[in-house]
């Protein structure tokens, strides 16, 4: 798609908006319909994954894959023609397996990132819409706000203290101030169109309105779009680790195949026999398929998060979310409905009002402790509802569909309020129009509204009473406003808070304002305090109940709120989250610490952080980091993007999170539920839990192999398996089962048990001693059955079959020991993975049937045993169920002594 008009910085905005055939109230409905299909989606190209045949191919794209395609070929040229023909067949069989799972990873982790949407606000017909991002066309007039990443390219209509960060496009890492009324020449350089608003940008700070002027492709990231889209995705640490494992195992093994082939030789071996037998052993001991086994795992954790509200936007916080050790949660919309609702309004010297009704529906009223307001009371009222009103920037309206609202909570409970009191927004600009605004930011911590009041500026201030007190000189009382009593009104405000409301102060008056474009906070001076409202967003029912989940799982919580300390601590009692009023932290005591040991010591036992501003929030993460916590963070307003990138775990909310929290994130909570970020603590442990699962399996089924070929060769035994009898071996009991092992379902009692150390490895001492014992077992136990078979009299190729059989059914035994590092595989009912027990099932019927099957039989050189010979294999194979059970005992014993020591 072109661009829609040609040089929109160098017009003024009312040209572009008429090039545009548009208006300032923005496009209709059906006008924008039309558009869209004459322009189509806003959206850019996508980088395409890796097609079918491609994943395909990729299979083959291994060292290991060419060493065994050589040794294939070598077979074709000493005419072994069943050899090559087994190796080709393994080649094909493991490539498809291979790309089934791998594609199916790929397409489900593409399907979760279709979950969150850009969405953006939109004027049409004047009033105000969210809407997706894609449905946006030249014409649109686009509402932006800090946090905000802008949407398509905009000309600027308005801007108040509006700041671009374009580093995107320009590589400038400071945030650009923007001037919509600003002309520019036609060559101006795009660093400089101090009057645009390019997508992909991000609203760093300030307001703006800009009408739509190009989208998808015709914008300026559109045409840099290639360079954009292939960016290389990086790879979580855990694969990196694995990777680095494989290729550490792969040089032990191809060491210890070296000297196993240099055994064979000396033993009168042929070189082609020695070579196919150096190429199984290879396959058979590394772990190729670990990476991809792992990928499956993750991916499948990552879709079993996002049923849970929890999108995971890189893989990494799959792993993470198992260590963590700390969570640093919001309050508003976190731990509350995020349904702010005014229930106080308190007047200077005055009992408080009573506000009925809850959330966002504008039904109730409002009475004085004596009733019904007289009409005095009602002026009053009046002036306090029309400060509410003018200083917001929220909407709220009748449609069709009922009661719709969008904005700033605590602006639209104001407006919900003012409707009880029979004003609204829309009427109020009408007669008081409006000039100018200072916009709400959390280090502000206020907003101002000037507005035109019988032909003379005034302001309409609402804020933290702590910031809007300064600027007052008078308190309204009735018909005639008095000198302020600080003390008095600050007194009736920790009452309040005590209570658990949050207080807002609204302030008006008449300012001296020469240019009505410089609005700004020093001339908001000598203005009427009009009162407070006291506000309540009630806890999430959940919220308590996840709380004391964390607590058992031995994770700390604390809450980390811009809200008044008395407001915090209502809350945090509610909660159960406090032991003592010492654990409150307030922003003012972080602002005083005076170096890091100081700070350190503040945050080391709090559980309540108030009156924080967001750039502190960084500052108490690093604070927890340094005391060892792995530290997980929620945020969702554009300064909170620091402390969500420090921390080990940055959690934006899905509904209020601004774009550049989402984008900072590792996790999104699209519920914005507290108990949802508990609920993803639990699936990251099930998730890291079952990658282990799978190393496990890979890995010691791999070293068994190589326990039983190196004792056969330095005893003196002929092989024990040869070359095509290894690679089935692989092939049917690594085929599906590791993979099986990714979809392992939770075992019970993952929020009952401490985190993980964050520092400790994937191969800790547990994993250790489970991969040697193992082992040892069924490498040992094989070797003793291979020559106890010799002994018998059977012969080689006899006891070739009867070895295969029992490693196969050692491998099969083994993988339900896999299951659980710690309980007891009676106790663990296999019907709760049907997917691993019939695939297990599935491969042991496949050797059963290569036994009888004429042709690969032979070139298995395999064939049926008796009944009592399966009875007697059978029952060696469990010997690693009994030992492996034996170890989890063991272990229990030692951990429950260390417990009572």
Same mark, same amino acid.
């Not at 191919?57 to 294939?72: D, N």
């Not at 003379?456 to 406003?481: I, N, Q, S, W, Y």
């Given at each position: 798609?072109?661009?829609?008009?040609?040089?929109?910085?160098?017009?003024?905005?009312?040209?572009?908006?008429?090039?545009?055939?548009?208006?300032?109230?923005?496009?209709?409905?059906?006008?924008?319909?039309? /558009?869209?299909?004459?322009?189509?989606?806003?959206?850019?190209?996508?980088?395409?994954?890796?097609?079918?045949?491609?994943?395909?191919?990729?299979?083959?794209?291994?060292?290991?894959?060419?060493?065994?395609?050589?040794?294939?070929?070598?077979?074709?040229?000493?005419?072994?023609?069943?050899?090559?023909?087994?190796?080709?067949?393994?080649?094909?069989?493991?490539?498809?397996?291979?790309?089934?799972?791998?594609?199916?990873?790929?397409?489900?982790?593409?399907?979760?990132?279709?979950?969150?949407?850009?969405?953006?606000?939109?004027?049409?017909?004047?009033?105000?819409?969210?809407?997706?991002?894609?449905?946006?066309?030249?014409?649109?007039?686009?509402?932006?706000?800090?946090?905000?990443?802008?949407?398509?390219?905009?000309?600027?209509?308005?801007?108040?203290?509006?700041?671009?960060?374009?580093?995107?496009?320009?590589?400038?890492?400071?945030?650009?101030?923007?001037?919509?009324?600003?002309?520019?020449?036609?060559?101006?350089?795009?660093?400089?169109?101090?009057?645009?608003?390019?997508?992909?940008?991000?609203?760093?700070?300030?307001?703006?309105?800009? %009408?739509?002027?190009?989208?998808?492709?015709?914008?300026?990231?559109?045409?840099?779009?290639?360079?954009?889209?292939?960016?290389?995705?990086?790879?979580?640490?855990?694969?990196?680790?694995?990777?680095?494992?494989?290729?550490?195992?792969?040089?032990?093994?191809?060491?210890?195949?070296? %000297?196993?082939?240099?055994?064979?030789?000396?033993?009168?071996?042929?070189?082609?026999?020695?070579?196919?037998?150096?190429?199984?052993?290879?396959?058979?001991?590394?772990?190729?398929?670990?990476?991809?086994?792992?990928?499956?795992?993750?991916?499948?954790?990552?879709?079993? +998060?996002?049923?849970?509200?929890? @999108?995971?936007?890189?893989?990494?916080?799959?792993?993470?979310?198992?260590?963590?050790?700390?969570?640093?949660?919001?309050?508003?919309?976190?731990?509350? %409905?995020?349904?702010?609702?005014?229930?106080?309004?308190?007047?200077?010297?005055?009992?408080?009002?009573?506000?009925?009704?809850?959330?966002?529906?504008?039904?109730?009223?409002?009475?004085?402790?004596?009733?019904?307001?007289?009409?005095?009371?009602?002026?009053?009222?009046?002036?306090?509802?029309?400060?509410?009103?003018?200083?917001?920037?929220?909407?709220?309206?009748?449609?069709?569909?009922?009661?719709?609202?969008?904005?700033?909570?605590?602006?639209?409970?104001?407006?919900?309020?003012?409707?009880?009191?029979? @004003?609204?927004?829309?009427?109020?600009?009408?007669?008081?129009?409006?000039?100018?605004?200072?916009?709400?930011?959390?280090?502000?911590?206020?907003?101002?509204?000037?507005?035109?009041?019988?032909? /003379?500026?005034?302001?309409?201030?609402?804020?933290?009473?702590?910031? %809007?007190?300064?600027?007052?000189?008078?308190?309204?009382?009735?018909?005639?406003?008095?000198?302020?009593?600080?003390?008095?009104?600050?007194?009736?405000?920790?009452?309040?808070?005590?209570?658990?409301?949050?207080?807002?102060?609204?302030?008006?008056?008449?300012?001296?304002?020469?240019?009505?474009?410089?609005?700004?906070?020093?001339?908001?001076?000598?203005?009427?305090?009009?009162?407070?409202?006291? +506000?309540?967003?009630?806890?999430?029912?959940?919220?308590?109940?996840?709380?004391?989940?964390?607590?058992?799982?031995?994770?700390?919580?604390?809450?980390?709120?811009?809200?008044?300390?008395?407001?915090?601590?209502?809350?945090?009692?509610?909660?159960?989250?406090?032991?003592?009023?010492?654990?409150?932290?307030?922003?003012?005591?972080?602002?005083?610490?005076?170096?890091?040991?100081?700070?350190?010591?503040?945050?080391?036992?709090?559980?309540?952080?108030?009156?924080?501003?967001?750039?502190?929030?960084?500052?108490?993460?690093?604070?927890?980091?340094?005391?060892?916590?792995?530290?997980?963070?929620?945020?969702?307003?554009?300064?909170?993007?620091?402390?969500?990138?420090?921390?080990?775990?940055?959690?934006?909310?899905?509904?209020?999170?601004?774009?550049?929290?989402?984008?900072?994130?590792?996790?999104?909570?699209?519920?914005?539920?507290?108990?949802?970020?508990?609920?993803?603590?639990?699936?990251?442990?099930?998730?890291?839990?079952?990658?282990?699962?799978?190393?496990?399996?890979?890995?010691?089924?791999?070293?068994?192999?190589?326990?039983?070929?190196?004792?056969?060769?330095?005893?003196?035994?002929?092989?024990?398996?040869?070359?095509?009898?290894?690679?089935?071996?692989?092939?049917?009991?690594?085929?599906?089962?590791?993979?099986?092992?990714?979809?392992?379902?939770?075992?019970?009692?993952?929020?009952?048990?401490?985190?993980?150390?964050?520092?400790?490895?994937?191969?800790?001492?547990?994993?250790?001693?489970?991969?040697?014992?193992?082992?040892?077992?069924?490498?040992?136990?094989?070797?003793?059955?291979?020559?106890?078979?010799?002994?018998?009299?059977?012969?080689?190729?006899?006891?070739?079959?009867?070895?295969?059989?029992?490693?196969?059914?050692?491998?099969?035994?083994?993988?339900?020991?896999?299951?659980?590092?710690?309980?007891?595989?009676?106790?663990?009912?296999?019907?709760?993975?049907?997917?691993?027990?019939?695939?297990?099932?599935?491969?042991?019927?496949?050797?059963?049937?290569?036994?009888?099957?004429?042709?690969?039989?032979?070139?298995?050189?395999?064939?049926?045993?008796?009944?009592?010979?399966?009875?007697?294999?059978?029952?060696?194979?469990?010997?690693?169920?009994?030992?492996?059970?034996?170890?989890?005992?063991?272990?229990?014993?030692?951990?429950?002594?260390?417990?009572?020591?």
């Amino acid at each position: 798609m072109m661009q829609s008009v040609s040089t929109p910085h160098a017009r003024s905005a009312d040209a572009v908006v008429d090039a545009l055939q548009g208006s300032r109230h923005g496009l209709s409905q059906a006008e924008a319909a039309a /558009r869209l299909e004459h322009y189509g989606p806003n959206r850019l190209p996508r980088a395409q994954p890796p097609g079918l045949a491609q994943v395909f191919l990729r299979q083959f794209a291994s060292p290991l894959i060419y060493v065994l395609l050589a040794a294939a070929l070598l077979s074709l040229l000493i005419r072994h023609w069943s050899d090559a023909g087994f190796i080709f067949a393994v080649l094909l069989l493991n490539a498809v397996i291979g790309t089934l799972q791998e594609f199916s990873a790929q397409r489900a982790a593409l399907s979760l990132g279709e979950l969150v949407a850009t969405r953006c606000r939109v004027l049409r017909s004047g009033d105000s819409y969210e809407i997706d991002a894609t449905g946006l066309v030249p014409g649109d007039i686009v509402l932006l706000e800090a946090g905000d990443r802008v949407p398509a390219d905009l000309r600027l209509l308005v801007a108040h203290d509006l700041e671009l960060d374009e580093s995107l496009l320009t590589g400038e890492s400071l945030p650009v101030a923007k001037q919509a009324t600003a002309l520019l020449p036609t060559d101006t350089v795009l660093a400089e169109r101090r009057n645009m608003a390019f997508a992909g940008t991000l609203a760093a700070r300030g307001r703006g309105q800009g %009408v739509v002027v190009a989208t998808g492709l015709g914008t300026e990231l559109g045409r840099i779009a290639a360079d954009v889209l292939g960016q290389a995705l990086g790879q979580a640490p855990l694969l990196m680790r694995m990777q680095r494992f494989t290729r550490l195992v792969a040089v032990a093994v191809g060491v210890a195949a070296a %000297v196993m082939a240099v055994v064979a030789l000396w033993q009168g071996m042929s070189y082609s026999d020695v070579f196919l037998l150096a190429v199984a052993l290879a396959v058979s001991g590394i772990p190729e398929g670990l990476p991809v086994a792992l990928t499956v795992a993750l991916a499948t954790g990552m879709h079993r +998060m996002a049923k849970r509200h929890v @999108i995971i936007r890189r893989l990494v916080a799959v792993e993470a979310l198992g260590s963590c050790t700390f969570i640093a949660t919001d309050k508003t919309g976190t731990l509350t %409905v995020n349904q702010l609702t005014a229930r106080r309004i308190l007047f200077p010297r005055q009992q408080p009002w009573e506000v009925s009704g809850e959330g966002m529906i504008p039904e109730g009223a409002i009475r004085t402790p004596r009733g019904v307001p007289d009409e005095a009371e009602k002026a009053l009222l009046e002036r306090l509802c029309l400060a509410a009103v003018l200083s917001s920037e929220a909407f709220l309206g009748q449609r069709e569909s009922g009661w719709v609202w969008h904005g700033d909570a605590v602006d639209v409970a104001l407006l919900v309020m003012a409707h009880k009191a029979g @004003i609204n927004r829309a009427e109020a600009l009408n007669r008081c129009p409006e000039l100018a605004v200072i916009p709400f930011e959390s280090d502000r911590m206020y907003a101002a509204s000037l507005n035109r009041v019988d032909g /003379r500026p005034h302001a309409f201030v609402k804020g933290a009473l702590e910031r %809007v007190l300064p600027m007052c000189t008078r308190m309204a009382c009735g018909d005639v406003d008095s000198r302020i009593d600080a003390a008095a009104i600050e007194a009736q405000a920790q009452d309040l808070a005590r209570q658990g409301f949050r207080v807002l102060a609204l302030a008006t008056g008449e300012v001296g304002v020469e240019d009505e474009d410089h609005f700004t906070a020093e001339q908001l001076r000598g203005l009427a305090l009009l009162g407070l409202v006291g +506000m309540i967003d009630p806890l999430r029912p959940e919220a308590k109940s996840a709380i004391a989940a964390c607590r058992r799982a031995g994770i700390r919580v604390a809450m980390v709120t811009g809200d008044h300390p008395q407001t915090a601590l209502a809350i945090v009692r509610e909660l159960e989250l406090l032991e003592g009023d010492e654990q409150l932290v307030t922003g003012p005591q972080l602002q005083q610490a005076g170096d890091e040991a100081a700070l350190d010591r503040l945050t080391r036992d709090a559980r309540v952080f108030a009156r924080v501003e967001p750039s502190q929030k960084l500052g108490i993460v690093q604070s927890l980091q340094r005391q060892g916590h792995f530290v997980a963070v929620s945020g969702d307003g554009a300064n909170d993007a620091p402390a969500l990138h420090a921390a080990q775990v940055g959690i934006a909310m899905g509904r209020s999170g601004t774009d550049v929290a989402r984008e900072n994130a590792d996790i999104i909570i699209t519920d914005d539920h507290f108990a949802s970020i508990v609920a993803g603590v639990e699936e990251g442990r099930i998730a890291y839990a079952n990658v282990r699962k799978v190393i496990f399996l890979l890995v010691s089924t791999g070293a068994a192999e190589l326990v039983l070929f190196t004792l056969a060769l330095f005893t003196g035994q002929p092989l024990p398996l040869l070359a095509v009898q290894l690679l089935w071996l692989n092939l049917v009991t690594n085929g599906i089962q590791d993979v099986a092992l990714a979809f392992e379902p939770g075992e019970g009692g993952e929020l009952q048990r401490p985190p993980r150390p964050p520092q400790e490895p994937v191969f800790n001492r547990l994993m250790i001693e489970r991969v040697l014992l193992s082992a040892l077992v069924i490498g040992v136990m094989a070797f003793l059955v291979y020559q106890w078979l010799l002994g018998r009299g059977f012969s080689l190729d006899e006891a070739r079959n009867g070895t295969l059989l029992l490693m196969v059914l050692f491998e099969n035994i083994h993988v339900f020991n896999s299951r659980s590092e710690t309980r007891s595989v009676f106790r663990h009912s296999p019907l709760r993975n049907p997917l691993l027990l019939l695939g297990t099932a599935v491969a042991q019927l496949v050797h059963i049937g290569a036994m009888y099957t004429p042709g690969l039989r032979d070139v298995l050189r395999i064939q049926p045993v008796s009944w009592q010979h399966w009875l007697e294999l059978l029952g060696l194979a469990l010997s690693v169920l009994l030992a492996m059970e034996l170890h989890k005992r063991v272990r229990a014993w030692s951990d429950n002594r260390e417990d009572k020591g």
